[in-house]
Structure formats: C-alpha cells, structure tokens
C-alpha cells in the first residue's frame, strides 16, 4: 500500500467514528426537541451535517486511491448513513490498516513475495 491510500484510509478512519457520534447525538436531540424545550437540533444538524460531508469526501477519495471493488465502497457508504456505521467502518479501516502493515514488514524481511 502505498503512501497516498494509506493517507486516504487513515483520513476516512478518523473521521469515521466522530460522524457516528454526531449522528446519535442529532438523533437524540431530536427527540429532546419533541418532548422538552432543549433544542440543540440546529447546531448538531450543521455539526453532523459537515462531519458527514467530510465522510462523502474522505470516502471517494479512498475508494479512488485504494481501488476497492462496488460492493466494499458500497458497504462503506452504507455504513456512513446508519447511526451506528462509523464505528463499524472505523473498526474495518483499522484493520485493514493494521493488515497491511503486518503484510509490508513481511514482504520487507522476505517472509512472504506478495
């Protein structure tokens, strides 16, 4: 893997569980909002709303760079619009991260040729 999907991968990861969590936070004052007079909807709308931008961005750029197929950058997206998804696509980016590192230093001491 090279530097610039590494980059990109890492850039999708991070953004990853922050959109998670601003969408349960936007989920859970929209229900604030119908059974209390707290209204934080506006500001967590513009919050998640530009984590969420960055997610669709950091996403085609990752597709892009790391040439994954329809159905992974489809699973990707998938994960971005569930409340919960981000931890997921977090937790499968970092593995993936962490398997191409492990893959590099044995390709690097000649363990393996792949």
Sequence with gaps: MDIKTATALRR????????????????????LKRTTDF?????????????????????ADAWNKAKWSLGTAALYFVLSVLPTGGFFAERKLRREAEDAVIAARARKEGIVNA
């Design 12 to 31: 999708l990861r991070l953004v990853s569980a922050p959109e998670a969590v601003s969408f349960i936070v936007l989920l859970v004052c929209s229900v």
């Design 39 to 59: 209204n934080a909807v506006p500001v967590m709308g513009a919050i998640h709303g530009v984590l969420f931008i960055l997610y669709v961005l950091f996403w």
